[in-house]
Nanobody, 123 residues
Framework: QVQLVESGGGLVQAGGSLRLSCAAS????????MGWFRQAPGKEREFVAA????????SYADSVKGRFTISRDNAKNTVYLQMNSLKPEDTAVYYC????????????????WGKGTLVTVSS
């Protein structure tokens, strides 16, 4: 079993940056692709970004492409989401998840999920 704990959320002005972290327990972190999702108030959860097990390939939702960067450090069992040029519409609870493949994560199929961290972007 993998436990995921997100951190780094908070309040930021539009145009600002935040870096989210997701720390994973267990020895199998490098066996999973990792992803970030978000859920805004009154909306369904949506895919944000995913990274393969080795970190060699990434994918992004069109809405964040060019502004967000996902990365991972397998030695630290941690995945990151660097968010730049934030917009009010990025306001949401952000969740990290593990998955068998990055493609599966892109379809919303995570096997373990964190509890989320709130990001609020003010205009």
């Amino acid at each position: 079993q993998v436990q995921l704990v997100e951190s780094g959320g908070g309040l930021v002005q539009a145009g600002g940056s935040l870096r989210l972290s997701c720390a994973a327990s267990g020895r199998t972190f490098s066996s999973y692709a990792m992803g970030w999702f978000r859920q805004a108030p009154g909306k369904e959860r949506e895919f944000v970004a995913a990274i393969r097990r080795s970190g060699g390939s990434t994918s992004y939702a069109d809405s964040v492409k060019g502004r967000f960067t996902i990365s991972r450090d397998n030695a630290k069992n941690t995945v990151y989401l660097q968010m730049n040029s934030l917009k009010p519409e990025d306001t949401a609870v952000y969740y990290c998840a593990s998955g068998f493949t990055a493609q599966a994560l892109g379809l919303g199929r995570g096997n373990y999920w964190g509890k989320g961290t709130l990001v609020t972007v003010s205009s």
